[in-house]
């Protein structure tokens, strides 16, 4: 019994400095302000949604025109490359939005 009290406690202390160690190891940043305002439009939530996880909507309007095959491969390099959480159905959508806004023609 006394061996199973000492183990537990032990354990306790084991982790309470695992916690404390986790916590020091925090880093707070601080992201620049996004200035930039995606067009409205059919798909213009999905994008917004689906964009700002990992950057600003800047980043989107400071990219080259282009059409539906380059912003197809710019979604793909986010989803494959960068491990984007867009599902299919979001991803289309968000071509066929940027390629409509963003496209070559705009």
Do not use: N
């Not at 989803?79 to 390629?99: C, S």
Request: contains cysteine.
């Amino acid at each position: 019994m006394r061996t199973l009290a000492r183990a537990l406690l032990v354990g306790a202390v084991l982790l309470s400095h695992a916690v404390v160690a986790a916590a020091a190891d925090t880093v707070t940043i601080t992201l620049p302000p996004d200035h930039g305002a995606l067009p409205p439009g059919p798909g213009m939530e999905v994008t917004q949604k689906a964009c700002q996880t990992c950057h600003s909507t800047d980043y989107i309007a400071m990219q080259p025109r282009g059409g539906e095959a380059q912003w197809r491969a710019v979604v793909t390099k986010m989803i494959k490359v960068f491990g984007a959480p867009i599902p299919d159905d979001d991803a289309r959508a968000i071509v066929e939005y940027l390629a409509r806004e963003y496209g070559p023609s705009r």
